[in-house]
């Protein structure tokens, strides 16, 4: 990971990483990352970019 982006709101960041077919929504539950009906360690996912506001 090497890729970072700054934006200026949260909004505009999300606009523009679904533009570039980042559709999915993650969200951290106790120690797992659940997307959907799915459920993932942090080991099973790579972080493909960042951002800053």
């Known amino acids: ?7 200026g709101t949260v909004s505009e960041a999300i606009d523009n990483l679904r533009q570039k077919d980042f559709d999915k929504d993650f969200r951290l539950e ?10 993932f ?4 996912l790579k972080i493909a970019m960042t951002y800053a506001t």
């Open 41 to 44: 360690n942090a080991d099973d």
């Open 1 to 7: 990971m090497n890729t970072r982006f700054k934006y």
């Open 30 to 39: 106790g120690n797992q990352i659940i997307c959907g009906n799915e459920k």
